[in-house]
């Protein structure tokens, strides 16, 4: 989101120390804990997966008119698959154009299905893929522009190998090893790029084209030492630039690829939950975003109009 910046955040009326306050516009709750959303390219609708092994795609809603004193409701709930893992659903995924899905769970499996942005439908028969050999943590698509496909990326316990798979095929052709520990992180800024974080503590960079690792990265979680933590979450700015990495020690690295720089992170709390956070998102194009949490919720927060 480009449309404010920090210092249009830290400069804002009307809240306390002078820095915005974000609204909890709606808030899903689930009976379990809720681990993963994701928002639709588009940006009109978001899904959920949780715990309890459903899956919900939910109404993005309109903002215009938020509030500071808005009152939280439940989002409007599109499409709704109970059962859609035998296990909990730990990571799901949009492909870029936004017509596929795909979800991974602790039963090992992934599931690719099609979706239909007209009725909001997941539809057809679903792919099962099933080359690991334990919970599946993350999973990213990328496109290959050479033949126009998408390929999907998967990677968690088990093996430590992250899997490319051909989704027009629904055969993973793949296995990227490197990791020593489970992977818990993918992340694709578009291109043939993407980036891993593993329990190892590494940040490594793959290059379809090249078939392999092509960088790695052990982030220094506390300055001055050369201690690292096992990365738990990972993002890459569209520019190519910035990694910013989320350990378990509950750090945050910055770490300007093209240099050598690591730098401590100024921060804002921004939004609490009431149980640990399991993930956030950040809308496509809005100043928004989707967290998840321990405490059973999904919860969208945004900026009220200036």
């Known amino acids: 989101p480009t449309s404010r910046t920090t210092?249009?955040?830290?400069?804002?009326?009307?809240?306390?120390?002078?820095?915005?306050?974000?609204?909890?516009?709606?808030?899903?709750?689930?009976?379990?804990?809720?681990?993963?959303?994701?928002?639709?390219?588009?940006?009109?609708?978001?899904?959920?997966?949780?715990?309890?092994?459903?899956?919900?795609?939910?109404?993005?809603?309109?903002?215009?008119?938020?509030?500071?004193?808005h009152q939280t409701y439940q989002p409007m709930v599109l499409f709704k698959r109970t059962k859609h893992h035998k296990g909990s659903i730990y990571c799901l995924a949009w492909s870029p154009v936004g017509d596929l899905m795909a979800t991974?769970?602790?039963?090992?499996?992934?599931?690719?299905?099609?979706?239909?942005?007209?009725?909001?439908?997941?539809?057809?028969?679903?792919?099962e893929l099933t080359m690991h050999d334990?919970?599946?943590?993350?999973?990213?698509?990328?496109?290959?522009?050479?033949?126009?496909?998408?390929?999907l990326i998967s990677g968690g316990a088990g093996d430590c190998k992250i899997?490319?798979?051909?989704?027009?095929?629904?055969?993973?052709?793949?296995?990227?090893?490197?990791?020593?520990?489970?992977?818990?992180?993918?992340?694709?800024?578009?291109?043939a790029m993407f980036v891993s974080g593993s329990h190892d503590?590494?940040?490594?960079?793959?290059?379809?084209?090249?078939?392999?690792?092509?960088?790695?990265?052990?982030?220094?979680?506390?300055?001055g030492t050369r201690q690292g933590s096992p990365v738990a979450s990972l993002c890459v700015d569209p520019s190519g630039r910035l990694l910013v990495s989320g350990h378990e020690d509950s750090s945050c690295v910055l770490y300007d690829i093209r240099g050598d720089l690591t730098l401590p992170l100024p921060s804002v709390v921004v939004a609490q939950h009431q149980d640990k956070v399991i993930s956030g998102r950040w809308h496509p194009s809005e100043f928004s975003f989707l967290s998840t949490s321990a405490d059973k919720t999904a919860t969208l927060w945004a900026l009220p109009p200036i």
């Open 104 to 127: 991974g769970s602790n039963d090992k499996t992934v599931k690719l299905m099609r979706f239909n942005s007209d009725t909001s439908n997941l539809e057809g028969d679903e792919i």
């Open 134 to 151: 334990g919970t599946i943590r993350d999973l990213c698509f990328l496109e290959d522009t050479s033949n126009k496909s998408s390929l």
């Open 201 to 223: 503590k590494t940040v490594r960079f793959w290059d379809l084209r090249t078939r392999g690792c092509v960088n790695m990265v052990t982030p220094i979680t506390v300055p």
């Open 163 to 191: 899997y490319v798979t051909d989704c027009a095929t629904g055969t993973p052709f793949q296995a990227l090893s490197g990791h020593t520990g489970h992977i818990l992180s993918l992340y694709t800024w578009g291109g």
């Open 7 to 69: 210092s249009e955040l830290d400069n804002s009326e009307g809240s306390s120390n002078g820095r915005p306050k974000f609204v909890a516009v709606t808030s899903l709750e689930d009976v379990q804990a809720v681990r993963c959303a994701e928002f639709h390219p588009g940006g009109q609708l978001y899904a959920v997966g949780s715990n309890s092994k459903t899956l919900r795609i939910c109404a993005y809603p309109k903002l215009a008119d938020l509030r500071e004193d």
